[in-house]
């Protein structure tokens, strides 16, 4: 019986000298790591920045919807709009009808800031929308609902693709 569990003993240790040691988890994700590294800077150099004058159309569809929701607001306003049964706060109305003309203007230049700002307002419209959602009480509530969230969501990611072509500026004294 001992040379039987020797025995075993013996092939086991053979066998496992024999089959290939599995890679530690450290060297698997430093190989990972480099593969999603060199895919980066693959994507980076197949990127062609912007040339003068160019405008993606993404961002000029985001500034014409800052400007367009902008203004509405600011008519709205103007034409006396009541929400709820009272007037809206002036100050309210005003910082808000600023922050969409300054967007809608910054994405007519193409400033990367107004782009990103544009998506912050469109992440949190999407996450509005959605809660929103869950609240429906009627299907055109619902159907409303659905068709911003699609909307601003598509916008969202077409921004994303234009701003990796506006590139970020660099920093004074880089």
């Known amino acids: 019986m001992a040379q039987r569990s020797s025995r075993k003993r013996r092939k086991q240790r053979q066998r496992a000298a024999r089959e290939p040691k599995p890679d530690s988890d450290a060297d698997r994700m430093a ?36 400007a367009f929701i902008g203004l509405a607001n600011l008519i709205a306003f103007l034409g006396g709009m009541e929400i709820r049964g009272e007037q809206p706060n002036a100050v309210g109305v005003g910082l808000f009808t600023f922050v969409m003309l300054a967007a ?60 990796a072509r506006i590139q970020m500026p660099r920093r004074p004294g880089a």
């Open 31 to 66: 190989r990972g790591y480099a593969r999603g590294r060199a895919k980066d800077e693959a994507a980076r150099a197949a990127l062609v920045p912007l040339g003068a004058g160019e405008r993606p159309r993404a961002v000029t569809a985001a500034g014409v919807l800052a």
């Open 104 to 163: 809608a203007y910054g994405c007519w230049r193409v400033h990367y800031w107004a782009v990103l700002g544009m998506e912050a307002l469109l992440g949190l419209t999407i996450l509005i929308f959605s809660l929103l959602l869950i609240r429906a009480e009627s299907v055109l509530a619902l159907v409303i609902a659905v068709v911003v969230i699609g909307g601003a969501g598509t916008l969202f990611w077409f921004l994303v693709k234009s701003m």
